[in-house]
């Protein structure tokens, strides 16, 4: 019998895609990572192995050295890790310091080349035909998805993938669900979401991958900065949410202060390929 004062954990959001409540909402919280350069960078989890791999197979074989471009990039994340496996990577992001900080990834990778590109992911203004893979991490709600599938569409050579991932905290583990609404964590999706992509594109397969980021718990902490909530919310809230996640972490589930903790992730990928006309 279920115990109505603990309520069974839902094993994912019932979002179909995240809410804003209005274009006007969107683009503010959109905006509002323009200046969270280094905190988004060191706090954010990169991507492991297993969704590369998945993302590059179709790819196999297709051209000598693969062409990339990385739209709604930020600080170069996936754009980097994509270099390092020797491809030529342009990130595209419509904000300058978020650029700045994927160049300086891009300076140190010694396998492929990584540039940048001050562009909105709905008219970049890159040429047609220019890359065997369009990505695009933690990203796609902020576009405009008709705009943005047009414009892939154009970007992609002749049997290219656009590759759509997010990296979600894994809601189904009970601690995390909590973690997730302390945090306001807006980007998490139901088990059978799927992204709304225009007409162009057609999906060729998706996989969901469950992995953790270990953190000490101070940055558990202000991984919450990087969340568009707390970014955009009075100082009052903010210090409350931030407070609010002290009392979880060291309190509620007695970890030491700067003890590292294994954070559970759940990273979904869905692939598209130009759809025959």
């Keep these: 019998m279920d115990d109505p004062l603990h309520p069974p954990i839902p094993p994912i959001s019932a979002r179909d895609e995240p809410r804003f409540g209005s274009a006007e909402r969107k683009r503010t919280l959109a905006g509002a990572f323009a200046g969270q350069g280094a905190d988004y960078d060191r706090l ?8 590369l ?4 197979a179709p790819l196999a074989g297709s051209a000598p050295t693969l062409r990339a471009i990385d739209l709604g990039a930020g600080t170069g994340k996936l754009s980097s890790a994509l270099a390092e496996r020797g491809l030529e990577v342009t990130a595209v992001d419509t904000s300058a310091a978020m650029l700045e900080v994927a160049r300086a990834r891009g300076r140190t990778i010694a396998a492929g080349s990584l540039s940048t590109h001050l562009a909105r992911a709905e008219e970049t203004g890159l040429p047609g035909s220019s890359a065997e893979l369009v990505t695009v991490a933690q ?9 943005a599938s047009a414009e892939v569409a154009r970007l992609l050579a ?10 979600m905290l894994d ?5 995390v669900h909590r973690l997730s609404r302390i945090m306001h964590a807006g980007d998490i999706h ?4 799927a992204p709304t992509v225009g007409p162009e594109l057609e999906l060729t397969d998706r996989r969901a991958i469950t992995w953790e980021d270990p953190m000490p718990t101070q940055d558990v902490i202000d ?28 309190d509620h589930l007695g970890h030491a202060r700067g003890a590292r903790v294994g954070v559970p992730y759940r990273t979904d990928l869905f692939l598209y390929r130009v759809a025959a006309r």
């Design 44 to 51: 954010r989890p990169g991507y492991p192995d297993a969704v």
């Design 190 to 193: 139901r088990e059978d979401f």
């Design 171 to 175: 809601v189904t583990i009970p601690w």
């Design 53 to 56: 791999d998945a993302m590059l």
């Design 139 to 147: 990203a796609w709600h902020w576009f405009d998805a008709e705009e």
């Design 223 to 250: 991984l919450a900065r990087t969340r568009s909530y707390v970014i955009t919310a009075p100082e009052e809230r903010r210090q409350k949410v931030l407070a609010n996640l002290d009392w979880y972490l060291h």
């Design 158 to 167: 002749s049997e290219g993938v656009l590759a759509l991932v997010w990296n």
